[in-house]
């Protein structure tokens, strides 16, 4: 175990996650290996949104695009963690995109998400039943009417870089015509 004082010296006294100089506290990762250190020092803003999800601010987390990168075994698990926990947002995917880790980091990083995850997660499917993941590209197979606007999305528009709506399976986001909309995925198909 690492003690605070190197923990402090070996992160110059930043939140090792978001770059904060205060309120700083010692964080152990979960599921660590026992060849690997688990400590990490982070602010309790990080702490309480890693802690509960409810909580998530996802712009807080855009510090991620440049703490992934550390050399720190638990600094990268933690990234790879909250990346995963935002994916639906989009960005978070590009970054997960470009991450490297050695596999055992990897396993590590999947172990603490398992333990993470006790309530079932929505999956978005498309017509045919396909599973969409956030980033992915869908087409329409019917001409739609956009609610609000004059615009009508027709039949095999491409719908690229699409999030998904986290809280429903059958809505996901995505561009048409430069318009953010929700579409239903009953009437899209992954390409």
Known sequence: MISEDKLRERSDSTCELCGQTEHLNVYIVSEAPEDQEAEILICQNCESQIEDPEKVEPNHWRCLNDSMW????????????????LKSE??????????????????????????EETEPQLVHKDSNGVVLEAG??????????????????????????????HDNAEQIEGKVEGQQIVLLTKFVKKT
Not at 70 to 85: E, F, G
């Open 136 to 165: 992915d590209s869908v087409v329409l197979i019917k001409d739609l009417n956009v609610k609000g606007s004059s615009l009508t999305a027709k039949r095999g528009t491409a719908v690229r870089r699409i999030s998904l709506v």
């Open 70 to 85: 550390s050399t720190i075994p638990a600094v990268q698990v933690i990234s790879w963690r909250m990346l995963n926990r």
């Open 90 to 115: 989009g960005w978070p995917q590009d970054l997960l995109d470009m991450m490297y880790m050695e596999d055992e980091l990897k396993h590590w990083a999947k172990a603490g998400i398992q333990t």
